[in-house]
């Protein structure tokens, strides 16, 4: 059983970065993993995936440019690195997983696991 929990969020000015981590207990390659956000009155969004097996990594055109995502393999960690945060991005980030490969930026409906969520508010 996967287990993700999210630390990293908090209160940031325009133009900040922001780190979020994802510690993934029972985590393997075979897993897809990655981060969604929700902002109130939105729905949930892909933001940024490290895919199964091949470690593609995929964003949402929103984030290109401005978010990275890495992993820790020995620490069975995922990051995201957030920079240049506009208010826009704030929102609930939620690290997710699957036991599958995905081609593209995936829905939220196909992941099986979740933490527990980490705000993240971009504010002056």
């Known amino acids: 059983q996967l287990q993700l929990v999210e630390s990293g969020g908090g209160l940031v000015q325009p133009g900040g970065s922001l780190r979020l981590s994802c510690a993934a207990s029972g985590f393997t390659l075979d897993y897809t993993i990655g981060w969604f956000r929700q902002a109130p009155g939105k729905e949930r969004e892909g933001v940024s995936f490290?895919?199964?097996?091949?470690?593609?990594?995929y964003y949402a055109d929103s984030v290109k440019g401005r978010f990275t995502i890495s992993r820790d393999n020995a620490k069975n960690t995922v990051y995201l690195q957030m920079n240049s945060l506009k208010p826009e991005d704030t929102a609930v980030y939620y690290c997710?997983?699957?036991?599958?490969?995905?081609?593209?930026?995936?829905?939220?409906?196909?992941?099986?696991?979740w933490g527990q969520g980490t705000q993240v508010t971009v504010s002056s």
């Open positions: 997710a997983a699957v036991l599958s490969s995905v081609s593209g930026l995936p829905k939220w409906e196909w992941f099986d696991y």
């Open positions: 490290i895919n199964a097996n091949d470690g593609n990594t």
